[in-house]
């Protein structure tokens, strides 16, 4: 059974219509890479995923079921700028956060919870920072605190927005390795991303949009130019083409 299962998905925005009969699908152990220009509607549709944008029709299935708001364990890794950096709260009491949905407004952590916690720290190499404020770290680190966040539910799907923004190489290839050990581990990754050299070499599966899906494919199979000029507006000369030919 499909992990993600996408179906004839409209959505408009501020009366515009910003994705027109998206089809996607995500399997287990799959990190399927969401290229696409600016405006191209990829954070719109992570947004309609998790139920946050209402759409005008199509279905949206989790492992077969409909998404429904709040009830489906999808961990969401958003960009960085969308999070509020400045609660006076530590870094484990950030990630303990992703496990909201699962605590319930009135429940205190229990064991399993801290558990989580510190798996999902150390799994993006934090724990030595647990107990700083999360509003005096770095960039990459806060990038890394949105990871184990997104990880401390131990969601079956993760949607990634842009995880490589801003991070210095050594940071980048650790996610990267990470998002590949989870998609190894069977889970189903969708990441958007406007680096295409990471996402040429760490995905499984490419889906390009612009409003609509464009094409999609391995990263061997996609390597007709006309395509990515087609979804990018780019012409023969673009610096783009160079890099997906050298990929
Ligand atoms: N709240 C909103 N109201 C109206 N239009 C919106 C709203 N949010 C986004 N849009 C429009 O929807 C389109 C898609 O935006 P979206 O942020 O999904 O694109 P994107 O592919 O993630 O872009 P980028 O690569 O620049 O982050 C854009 O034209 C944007 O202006």
Sequence with gaps: MRA???????????????????????ESGELVGLLGPNGAGKTTLLRAILG?????????????????R????????????????????SVEQTVLTGRTGRLGLLRRPRVADWHA?????????????????????????????????ALALSPRI????????????PTQELLGDLFSSLAQE??????????????????????????????????TELRDPEVWK???GVSDQSALLKLVKAA
């Design 4 to 26: 993600l299962d996408i179906a004839d998905l409209n959505v408009d925005l501020g009366g515009r219509p910003v994705l027109r009969d998206v089809r996607l699908h995500v």
């Design 230 to 232: 087609r979804t990018f």
């Design 158 to 169: 993760l949607l990634l927005d842009e995880p490589f923004t801003g991070l210095d190489l």
């Design 117 to 149: 916690v510190g798996e999902a720290l150390d799994r993006v190499r934090l724990a030595g920072l647990r107990n700083r404020p999360v509003g005096e770290l770095s960039g990459g680190q806060r990038q890394r605190v949105l990871v184990a966040r």
């Design 52 to 68: 946050l944008v209402s759409t005008r029709s199509g279905q949206i299935r989790v492992d077969g079921e409909p998404a429904r």
């Design 186 to 219: 069977g889970r189903a990754l969708l990441m958007t991303t406007h680096d295409l050299v990471a996402a040429l070499q760490s995905s499984t599966r490419l889906v390009l949009l612009n409003g609509r899906v464009t094409a999609e494919g391995r990263p």
């Design 70 to 89: 709040g009830r489906t364990p999808i961990g969401y890794v958003p960009q960085r700028h969308e999070f509020s950096w400045d609660f006076p709260i």
